[in-house]
Structure formats: structure tokens, C-alpha cells
RNA sequence: CGGGAUGUAGCGCAGCUUGGUAGCGCACCUCGCUUGGGACGAGGGGGUCGCAGGUUCAAAUCCUGUCAUCCCGACCA
């Protein structure tokens, strides 16, 4: 390709609109164009990109014996009311209506259609397992989108659906596809943590994350991990052994006190001059329009996903003050799971509640606690707060560390989720019906691309690994006008073309700094620069990732670029 | 959904306080010159100032509404 035909514009300035370094990076070095919030074009560099890993995703997959189809991206509302979706995917789904009345749907995601489809083609158990997947695009009506392609509403997924006869051989296909994500990842450059996770609107009971670890605040999830024993989870499904388990509060007999406009557990551990872990904290919320109180010691956090799971709710949020008054007949500040009408609220406890004693309590009456109080017999208790840093591995005890990550890729096994309600079966060798098993595999790839700018990059611009690279290599002539550069650059591209050595020609008539400032921001894994050695028969050769340059005959670049960019 | 901010040429911005012919840098076109890290000179093209009302002889500028975008939060009593 000649760098004076290839459609992008590189800009001298970063977008104004952007935050993450990725999103900067790619607009700025001409990968993308934001077309609406969330919604951008893939220009041919940001294309090529794309189409590298998800070429990697193909080989991967295919050895696994999974077959590529493709299935559409609009779909009708029933197939969505037949898996009882509908109505609880909420407003990411975005819906609209055509010409007949149909309600229709952007598909978020394509468990409802490959259901359907292999229902219909799919009736013996001979025909089992079935590893069926796409690559297309998603369209997720998000609440914020951000970061550029990190979030946004229109992004590309790998989307693939195993359908099995038993548990059995669902968890051995889900070990297949952990194992194959962790290769598919790696080829593309990228490091990845399999991390337990929450399994969210897909549904479903077990389920992994595929993370790539960074420090900044792009990843947008927290993960635990141990280092001694392996275990890693998402914040919103970690579980964590507590430093101090057992919490006296030393209070010998329970007593009301006045605690005159205290009302945060620090205000309150202060004025008691008590560790916040001898209060039992009460949070108020509204989960599908019912209150619900949740108890917790004073130090810890509530989860919410964990809680809207604990409560097989679809949406919660906090409660309002005015509700604290007028659904709870309490004020805030001073809430207590004691009397409240338990036909109207839900009151749960967090398992860190279980070793508190004599404890301090709210008193459901406005400046007053109480102090000395203890929970009654017989309660259940629940995990619904946050892990915090500083907190052990619930499985070796050892301390847990805390990271950020990107989610790349997830693993879920579904079981009979969709299959029962949308009626998909199978007969089995004795002549029963039976739902599919299922699971399902997802992969970002535009979240990917953008994950590997993230991770590779400095201040000159994107350093891609050399498997997902738009091109491998950039020749510079210094000065195009020259005929002996010239001969000698076009000779090199030409050659290197042949090898297969995907290869871009910089033959603008620009300054030398002007191309080497894009190749630097467009992250060429190599490029080669024709200038005034050319006298002496000699080229620089510079590697992106470590900048060091070396002089070679053109020959000896050739031979080079063939030994560091084919494998 | 709350809070904050911003909408002026493809990109980055000034102008608005105090209304009076819409500007600058980059990018783009022409000519000259230059060619090892975003040169220089001269000339040129491109904008219903987010949109809709209102005030005014006159609105990018003042007022009202609206839409869009970005950031923070969805906080824990």
C-alpha cells in the first residue's frame, strides 16, 4: 500500500472528546471516526486490525471443531418473548418497529436466535455436541458509553454457542473454550486472567471473565486475585475471609442513646470512639419497586450485584430519605432491621454480620442508637458486600490483591436456560425429549483492539504486537524525489510484498518528519528508512517496540524482517 | 436518572463580558523554496456560529426553550 492512496488523516492534536489513552490514540493516528455517541466507523487501518484477530479467533476456534456462521442482527420481538427476555433486558435493548407493526430488535447478543435455529435442526442426540459461533455486530444501548471502542454501544463480537446432551460434556467443552480464549488471546499479544464473574443478564450458573490487567481506570472492573492458590474473581463476585471475624463491641448491656446528628459510621464510630466493625450498618434500597434493608457491619461495603442477585431482582437502587420516612417509618442515618413489617420489607444480613456481638444499632428514631444490641437466633445470612483490599483468599487464606482489568471475553455455562423456555429439545437414545445444554463464549473484538492500544503504546503513539499490526512494515524514503532512494524503497516494497511482509511505502512527498511522526503514531512493528546511507548500500532498520535502529543492506532487511515477522 | 462542563470550518481553539462585514493555528488547493523527527514564503477554497423561539434597526454575542457531546456519580444513611 502507498501511504499517499491509504484513506486516513492522521491529526497533530489528540480529540478534545476523548479520555482513554486507546480511544485518543486510534482517532488521532486515523483508525476510527466517531459517527454518534458509542457508534464509530472502522477506517481500513482499525479494519485490517479487526480483521487480524479475528482471523486468530477463526483458526483458534475452528481447531476446536466450532463451525462459523452468521446470523442476523435484527430480530423479532417474539423469539425475544418466547425466551422471556423481553421484558427484562431492559433499555440496552434497543427495540423499534417496522413498516408491518412488527416489534423488532437490535440484537445485543444471539442466544435467542442460535436457540431457534438449532432447535429446528438439531433433533437427535446423534447430532450432539454442536459448537456453532459468529463474528458480527452487537448493538448494546448503554447507559454511558465510554472510552471509545472500550465501550460502546455498536462493537464487533465473536459469539459462540455449544449445545450438549449432559453436564458432563458441557464442562468438558467449557474447558476447551478456557483453554482456547487464553490462546486466542496470547496470539493477539495480550496477556489474560480467567476470572470468576457474575454472569449477568445472560444468565446461567458458572462463568468467566477473560481480563486483561491494567492499572488505569479504563478497566472498568476490580479483580481479585491470589497469587498463592490462583483464585481470581470480579469485585462483583469475589468472596474474601475476613481479617477479624469475631467483633465485640463491648457494650455489656443494650441501652438507647442520644447520638445528636451523627449519621455516617465514621461520624458515629468517632463519637462512641468504637471501630466502625461494632456498628451494624443498615442500607436502605428499592429493588423492583419493594424496600428492602440490608445489614452489614460498619466497615464493609454493600455489592450490589450480589444483593440484586441475593434478592432475584432485576433493578435496585438506593432508597430516597423521603421513602427512609415514609416506607420504612425510619430516618436516615439511623435505620434498623427491628420493627419493620416484614410482609412489606425485605431484610437481609451479610455473612459479615455473623460474628458481630453487643454491637451498635440504629434506632429507627432520628438522633438515637442503640448500643449493646446482639441479632437473634436463627438468622441467614448472606454474601452481599464488597471484597476490600487487605481482606484474605477465601479459599488459602493468603492476603488478596487487587487489580484492575479490561473484560475481553467471557465464558458461560447456561445450562437449560434458554433451551427450556424456548421449548428446544432433542431426543435421546431412549426416545425422550430433552432441553440442550448450553454454553455460551463471547469475545470483544473491537474491545480488543482497543485493549491492545491500552496496553501497548507510548508517547509517540501505538506500538502493536506484530500479529495484530495493520501492516508490518513502513518504508521510509527520506526524500521520494531522489532516484536512487526511490528505486531503492520501491525495490524493498516490492519485495517484501511478495514475501508476504504486509508492507506500506511512505511515498509522499512530505519531510521526513512528517512520516516518521505517523509511523511512529500508526505503530508499524518495523520500519525502514532509506536515506543518505544509501550511498554507503545501507538502510535503517528500526523496531517499534524497543526503537533501536541497526544498518543493513537491503538484502539483510529483507532476511530480518523475514526472521522477526513470520513465524 | 442526578451533578458539572462544552457546542464557532475536517481537527484544536479565540471572539461573547460591553450586540455592528466570522477569525487564528493545523489540515486542504496553487506557486516558489526545502527534504533525517510534524520547515518556510506568497496566494486561495471551505463555516445557515448545535437547533428553535424571543428581545433589537441589527444576535456567534443578550433572554427562554430544546438537542447533542464530554466528565463525575449512580455512595452505601
Given at each position: 500500500m502507498k501511504m499517499s492512496q491509504l484513506f486516513l488523516q492522521t491529526l497533530r492534536e489528540f480529540p478534545n472528546d476523548a479520555e482513554a489513552i486507546s480511544h485518543k490514540l486510534l482517532v488521532r493516528a486515523g483508525y476510527i471516526k466517531k459517527l454518534a455517541n458509542g457508534i464509530y466507523t472502522y477506517l481500513p487501518l482499525a479494519q485490517r486490525v479487526l480483521n487480524k484477530i479475528s482471523n486468530i479467533v477463526r483458526e483458534e476456534m475452528n481447531s476446536t471443531g466450532a463451525q462459523e456462521m452468521l446470523m442476523p442482527f435484527v430480530q423479532p420481538a417474539e423469539l425475544w418473548q418466547k425466551s422471556g427476555r423481553w421484558n427484562v433486558y431492559g433499555k440496552e435493548l434497543l427495540r423499534c418497529v417496522d413498516r408491518h407493526e412488527n416489534q423488532m430488535c437490535l440484537a445485543p447478543t444471539h442466544e435467542e436466535v442460535v436457540t431457534s435455529v438449532v432447535a429446528d435442526i438439531v433433533n437427535s442426540y446423534k447430532q450432539l455436541p454442536l459448537n456453532v459461533y459468529h463474528i458480527q455486530l452487537k448493538f448494546r444501548d448503554e447507559i454511558r458509553p465510554r472510552f471509545g471502542l472500550l465501550r460502546g454501544r455498536e462493537f464487533i463480537m465473536k459469539d459462540a454457542y455449544s449445545f450438549h446432551t449432559s453436564q458432563e460434556d458441557l464442562d468438558r467443552e467449557y474447558e476447551v473454550m478456557g483453554r482456547t480464549y487464553t490462546n486466542i488471546f496470547k496470539r493477539c499479544g495480550l496477556d489474560t486472567r480467567a476470572v470468576q464473574s457474575d454472569s449477568g443478564a445472560i444468565g446461567g450458573s458458572v462463568s468467566h471473565e477473560y481480563m486483561v490487567l491494567t492499572d488505569t481506570a479504563v478497566g472498568e472492573n476490580d479483580v481479585f486475585y491470589c497469587d498463592e492458590c490462583g483464585y481470581s474473581a470480579n469485585s462483583n463476585h469475589a468472596d474474601s475471609f475476613l481479617p477479624v471475624e469475631i467483633v465485640d463491641g463491648g457494650f455489656v448491656e443494650e441501652k438507647l442513646i442520644d447520638t445528636p446528628n451523627v449519621k455516617t459510621i465514621a461520624e458515629l464510630s468517632e463519637f462512641l470512639n468504637?471501630?466502625?466493625?461494632c456498628i451494624l450498618k443498615a442500607v436502605a434500597y428499592i429493588a423492583d419497586s419493594k424496600p428492602v434493608i440490608a445489614m452489614i457491619r460498619g466497615d464493609k461495603e454493600i455489592e450490589e450485584t450480589k444483593l440484586l442477585n441475593a434478592l432475584s431482582a432485576l433493578e435496585i437502587r438506593p432508597m430516597e430519605n423521603d421513602e427512609i420516612i415514609s416506607l420504612l417509618n425510619s430516618y436516615a442515618g439511623f435505620?434498623?432491621?427491628?420493627?419493620?413489617?416484614a410482609s412489606k420489607v425485605k431484610v437481609l444480613f451479610d455473612?459479615?454480620?455473623?460474628?458481630?456481638?453487643?454491637f451498635v444499632l440504629g434506632?429507627?428514631?432520628?438522633d438515637k442508637h442503640f448500643v449493646g444490641s446482639n441479632l437473634p437466633q436463627g438468622i441467614q445470612f448472606v454474601d452481599i458486600s464488597c471484597v476490600k483490599a487487605g481482606e484474605y483468599c477465601p479459599v488459602c487464606k493468603k492476603p488478596l490483591k487487587m487489580t484492575r482489568g479490561i473484560e475481553v471475553g467471557n465464558i458461560f455455562q447456561l445450562g437449560t436456560k434458554y433451551s427450556k423456555p424456548m421449548n428446544a429439545c432433542y431426543t435421546d437414545a431412549e426416545g425422550q425429549l430433552k432441553p440442550y445444554i448450553m454454553g455460551c463464549y463471547g469475545i470483544g473484538i473491537t474491545r480488543t483492539m482497543a485493549a491492545a492500544v491500552e496496553k501497548y503504546h507510548d508517547d509517540f503513539g501505538i506500538i502493536w504486537p506484530?500479529?495484530?499490526?495493520?501492516?508490518h512494515v513502513d518504508i521510509v524514503?527520506?526524500?521520494?524525489?531522489d532516484e536512487v532512494q526511490s528505486k531503492v524503497a520501491y525495490d524493498l516494497y516490492e519485495k517484501l510484498n511478495n514475501l508476504k511482509i504486509e508492507t506500506v511505502i511512505d511515498d509522499r512527498t512530505d519531510r521526513a518528519g512528517v512520516k516518521f511522526k505517523d509511523a511512529d503514531l500508526i505503530g508499524f512493528p518495523v520500519r525502514i528508512t532509506v536515506g543518505k546511507t544509501i550511498s554507503e548500500g545501507l538502510v535503517e532498520f528500526k523496531t517499534r517496540n524497543d526503537g533501536v535502529v541497526i544498518k543493513l543492506t537491503p538484502d539483510e532487511a529483507i532476511k530480518k524482517c523475514q526472521e522477526i515477522l513470520l513465524n
Open positions: 468504637v471501630d466502625s466493625n435505620i434498623s432491621y427491628r420493627d419493620v413489617d455473612k459479615s454480620a455473623k460474628g458481630m456481638k453487643n434506632a429507627n428514631v432520628k506484530k500479529e495484530i499490526a495493520p501492516y524514503p527520506v526524500n521520494i524525489d
